[in-house]
């Protein structure tokens, strides 16, 4: 019998490179041999030293380089934030499936803070064929705008305070710009309230829609069950995680989700 989770096994990753992205985020760019190159939407398992192991999106392949943009946000990506150039750490994956993506399509693209940063990646795949809604508290929390500005047709950006572009949240942007813009499909990043809001604005406007979804996640592969996703019993880690609309519409998705106990929880 072979193996099969043999190739489930972590690899080294040096840290090549490590850019502010601003006040609390970072991109590192590692240098790591993994079995294929990752799709946007994809994602690696990481694991710094001394640190646990945790999922992140990926945002970008860059000259050879996988780019991980990571928030400082708990105990893990903390210690990340600690690290330096050439530090190694280590990584398992890419796991998931990614967007589906369809050249002759017209994509709106919704990022939630640093939840646009695997957007940029699909941006990058797609160029001059998305609009960017980017929608954040204030001016300072945003990232990866030059690179938005570069691959993206349009870029429309949302901030609470008023400080930058539109006043307001991006649910409300979206629902100025919906009817004056011209594409087929939502894709959507950052946090899940604000998703599913963005998933019924699609619903009720008849366009299709993707969303990467986040859960607990332990093992990436499928068989710890922490990120369940009820009542289908979909994991996102294999399953997802990105998910359309008509599987989201069966689910929990905006509503519940399972804490580290495997308790199902109310979203706030």
Do not use: W
């Amino acid at each position: 019998m072979v193996y099969r989770y043999l190739r489930h096994g972590f690899k080294r990753a040096i840290i090549r490179r490590i850019i502010d992205e601003n006040y609390y985020i970072k991109s590192f760019y590692l240098d790591v041999n993994l079995p294929k190159i990752p799709k946007p939407g994809q994602f690696l398992m990481i694991m710094p030293p001394n640190g646990e192991e945790i999922p992140i999106s990926v945002s970008g392949h860059i000259d050879g380089l996988i780019r991980l943009t990571i928030a400082r946000v708990g105990y893990t990506t903390n210690l990340m934030h600690k690290l330096s150039i050439n530090n190694i750490i280590l990584v398992r994956g890419p796991y998931g499936n990614g967007f589906k993506l369809n050249n002759d399509k017209k994509y709106l693209l919704v990022g939630g803070g640093y939840g646009v940063a695997p957007l940029i990646y699909i941006a990058e795949q797609l160029y001059g064929k998305t609009i960017l809604l980017l929608g954040v508290r204030s001016k300072r929390d945003i990232i990866l705008i030059d690179e938005a500005q570069k691959y993206c047709g349009k870029v429309f950006i949302s901030s609470e305070d008023g400080s930058i572009g539109f006043k307001g949240t991006v649910i409300d942007l979206l629902e100025k710009l919906v009817l004056t813009e011209d594409f087929d499909e939502i894709i959507a990043c950052g946090p899940e309230k604000m998703m599913y809001k963005v998933m019924l604005i699609a619903e009720r406007y008849g366009k299709d829609f993707q969303a990467s979804l986040e859960r607990l996640m332990k093992c990436g592969f499928g068989i710890c069950g922490s990120c369940i996703l009820d009542p289908l019993g979909l994991r996102v880690c294999v399953d997802g995680p990105v998910f359309d609309l008509k599987i989201l519409r069966k689910t929990d998705f905006g509503k519940y989700f399972r804490d580290e106990y495997g308790r199902r929880v109310e979203l706030k």
